[in-house]
């Protein structure tokens, strides 16, 4: 069975543009979390999709956006890019329902210039 | 305070010996606990994942939750050069929907 899956894998944008990452989950798989990775920080979450629906977010500021679409593939939207937006953004699939037994795709590293 | 809290170490241990890696936490709404590697310019990959309190064995892995004390651990057995990774403890509550918890991880080193 294949592994969870986000694209691109590095980005280098530079301040105030925009950019989108995208997650393709692990098959049969209905939930998609966001995470932000930084050396200070640690990893964060940033908000959670399941069937279509934001269930849960984080504090992160209203730049940060998500949507999940039918199969269950995820995109999150990063607007008006920051220096310190620069990071590994995860994304982790999950059955949903009550478990938490969250896969991690390999991360997009992005860079702001 | 945070909600995980984890010495960030570095660990460095010889191969062969047994490493012991402990978390503690403050939500008492955590049920889930969780045990992720991520070696470096990787994605986490899971380890151990547990219910409540209690233990769990997978191979040369243990993971141990105490609820009373809210303390999570991770014994890795037989340590190899190859478990040299970053460790990362989380927490989950029962209607978080997808939102883990992290602590800041460990660095260990096993050397040859």
């Known amino acids: 069975k294949a592994g969870v899956t986000q694209t691109p894998r590095y980005l280098i944008k530079t301040r105030g543009q925009q950019v989108t990452l995208s997650c393709s989950p692990i098959?049969?798989?209905?939930?998609v979390s966001w995470y932000q990775q930084t050396p200070g920080q640690g990893l964060q979450f940033l908000f959670e999709?399941?069937?279509?629906?934001?269930?849960n977010k984080g504090n992160f500021p209203g730049r940060f956006s998500g949507r999940q679409f039918s199969n269950s593939r995820s995109e999150m939207n990063v607007s008006t890019l920051e220096l310190g937006d620069s990071a590994l953004y995860l994304c982790?699939?999950?059955?949903?329902?009550?478990?938490?037994?969250?896969?991690f795709g390999p991360g997009t590293r992005l860079t702001v210039l | 305070q945070k909600e995980v809290e984890q010495d960030p170490g570095p660990l460095s241990v010889p191969e062969g010996a047994i490493v012991s890696l402990n978390c503690t936490y403050s939500n008492s709404a955590f049920q889930y606990f969780m045990w992720y590697r991520q070696y470096s310019r990787k994605g986490p990959e899971l380890l151990m994942y547990t219910y409540s309190s209690g233990n769990k064995e997978d191979g040369r892995f243990t993971a141990q939750v105490d609820k009373s004390s809210k303390y999570i651990s991770l014994f890795i057995r037989d340590s190899q050069p190859s478990d040299s990774a970053t460790y990362l403890c989380?927490?989950?509550?029962?209607?978080?929907?997808?939102?883990?918890?992290f602590g800041q991880g460990t660095i260990l080193t096993v050397h040859p």
């Open positions: 098959s049969g798989h209905r939930s």
């Open positions: 999709y399941f069937s279509e629906t934001q269930r």
């Open positions: 982790a699939s999950s059955l949903g329902g009550d478990t938490n037994e969250q896969f």
């Open positions: 989380a927490g989950a509550g029962g209607t978080s929907y997808g939102k883990l918890t």
